[in-house]
């Protein structure tokens, strides 16, 4: 990369840490600079106006979001095995965040009101995630490891009740035991849409390969939230 090219990204990867933290409101051209050590026109430079950068932030947020919990559940088979391996990875990134903060969680109060790109931007990059989740669950269906009646717009609006609850309650409340909350209640919510037929119910229920993942990020969590 050449120096500009460094320079705009260690600019983004600061603005990222501040946003996450006070809001992309609560991101100015200004604070950046001090935190940059740059002047104000220096940063300015880099990007045609502040709604530009709290963009290309969100961008970069997103970005993250993929290379931590979309493309790793990729490699997973499709069907439930990937299912279970989205939330599993979408809990762990959740127990990182919560030291700092979820930009889509902060974003969606911050804009859920306020018309403009940066609104729009951001429900373009939630509504990305729920669709990849609705794939998820349609493919699920169709291979037979959910209910033929299973409705997937209901299963992902529970689950990412699941996730709300979870950043809530470790983030604002810091209730100790949230990660193993939000485990139990996927398991429990998936058993409801496990096909009647009790021997395909128990082959899927004890597959299960990407559960670790959600023990793995309780052990990791920290001790106020697992």
């Not at 810091?174 to 009790?198: C, H, N, T």
Request: glycine share 6%.
């Amino acid at each position: 990369m050449r120096k500009g090219e460094l320079t705009r990204a260690a600019i983004l990867d600061v603005a990222l840490d501040l946003a996450s933290r006070d809001g992309l409101e609560g991101l100015t051209i200004g604070l950046l600079a001090d935190k940059m050590c740059m002047s104000k026109s220096g940063v300015f430079a880099h990007f045609g106006s502040r709604e530009d950068l709290q963009i290309e932030v969100l961008k970069l947020y997103h970005h993250q979001f993929e290379q931590e919990v979309f493309y790793p559940s990729m490699r997973e088979v499709r069907g439930l095995p990937r299912l279970q391996a989205m939330f599993a990875h979408w809990v762990r990134r959740v127990t990182v965040e919560i030291a700092s903060g979820c930009i889509y969680i902060s974003g969606a109060v911050e804009y859920d009101d306020r018309p403009g790109a940066i609104r729009e931007a951001l429900i373009d990059m939630v509504l990305a995630w729920q669709n990849a989740l609705l794939r998820c669950v349609e493919q699920a269906r169709e291979l037979g490891h959910l209910r033929s009646d299973t409705d997937p717009m209901q299963l992902v609006f529970e689950m990412y009740g699941l996730v709300l609850a979870l950043h809530h309650d470790a983030r604002f409340i810091k209730r100790p035991g949230a990660v193993d909350r939000a485990q139990i209640g996927f398991e429990r919510l998936l058993q409801s849409y496990l096909p009647s037929d009790s021997s395909t119910s128990a082959e899927i229920a004890e597959s299960r390969p990407a559960l670790h993942l959600l023990h793995s990020a309780a052990n990791k969590a920290a001790p106020s939230i697992k």
